[in-house]
């Protein structure tokens, strides 16, 4: 999770190597006073700020780090509709209306992202297609279910692959078939921070970079304070995701940091790259510690998996994922890697998104639970939009009820450990 000057503050991944950095924005110096203070410059703070620009409010964004330093510029690039727990359970939580509505809020979500990319001109080498394929006969079911629920209540177009199918694609011998969603897909997730970051200025929001929030008065006008300055605003946004480190104690009791990390293999050749996915989709496993993996615009193989409930890297993550990739794609042998990265998702305890307002000036948009590079747009666009008065759409995300983890910071992890090695072991088993 370290900075690296080699990659211009950013931790040196693959993502850091393969696009060019924005000048440094300054750190905050002295008193500002705006209309919105937004902490976090990653896709839900720059979402909401570009939002809120365009519609004529002063904006700040504060960053502890750079733009786009934190999971937005480090994931697996895997642009998924819907959210981290299921529609199913969605649907538990919510019900079946509102749980569409929300499905439907993704869609818009994904269009959000395309017309992003296109107004401002973003090269995020973006590819459609993902497959969500299952290991085990228990979830296969499964996601037949899905397909099934996905094009009966959803309108959503998604294909059962069978084995044989998915074979002619997947250059794996390892699942028994595809959830094939052909809106889905992947893109590259540093560049788009950095395009989303390069808009928001140019729409007149004012980012500062290396300035941490240490502390955030409450209030009818609250103040963001840093190292050498402090914003007074009128609305506060927090979009600091799992990262926030006591600013807001009540959000931070109720998601989890778990490490997960991604490898980028040497160049593989653009034939080498096609004999492994030949549609050039993404991919991800239904294991409760998944794989999910993607080819690159270099033709890399970029794969993610390894989870960590501890707050700890593992040991030897080069030994670790080349351990991971060969359970996938053995054919690929002792493949070098040229990079290993990690960062931490904000697991909420049910998964599903975590958004709304501690207080009528203070908004939050948390628990994206690994699946935000969608979510993330569709959450700053509706805060924006409950800023300027129209909540509905935020407050229909607002009724999901969300349980802090038990055992409150110093026992959660052990309880969450315990609670993962179940989880490992049933997919282990069955
Ligand atoms: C390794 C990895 C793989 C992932 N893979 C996928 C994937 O394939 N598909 C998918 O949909 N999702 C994936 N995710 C999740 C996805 O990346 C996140 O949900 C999303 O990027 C969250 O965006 P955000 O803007 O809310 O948070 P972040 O991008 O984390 O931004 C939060 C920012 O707030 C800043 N900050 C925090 N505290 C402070 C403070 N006190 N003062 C100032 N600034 C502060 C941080 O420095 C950071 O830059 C993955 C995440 C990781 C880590």
Redesign the pocket.
Known sequence: MRSDPAHAGYPPSWYAASVAPLPPQPALAGRVECDVCI????????SAAMELAEAGYRVVV???????????????????VGFGCGEEKLEALVGADDAKRMFDLSLEGLDWLHARLARHGIEAHWRPGHATVPLKPRQQRDVQAMVEHFNTRYDHPVAWWDRERLRETLASDRYLGALYDPISG?LH?LAY?LGLGRAAIAAGVQVFER????QLVRGTRPVFK?AQGEVHCDFAVL???????G?APELEARIMPVG???AATAPLGEAGAKALIGNDM?V?DTAWALD?YRLSHDHRLLF?GRASYSGRDPGDLQAIMRRRIAGVFPQLGDIALDYV??????ISLNRAPHWGRLQPNLYF??G?????????GL?GKLIAEAIAGQAQRLDLFAKIKHAPFPGGQALRTPLLVAAMSWYKLRDALW
Do not use: K
């Not at 504060?62 to 998924?80: K, P």
């Not at 994206?368 to 993330?376: E, K, L, Q, R």
């Open positions: 902490l976090g410059a990653g896709y839900t703070g720059l504060l960053e502890a780090q750079r733009i786009g330093w934190g999971a937005s510029g480090r994931n697996g690039g895997q642009a998924i992947h997730p921070a300035s941490e929030v240490t840093t979009a600091g995701n799992a990262l926030l480190h600013i997960t990390y991604i993404a991800a999910y993610g990265w990690g960062g931490f998702v904000d948009a948390q994206f639970s690994g699946h935000g590079v969608v979510a993330t959450a």
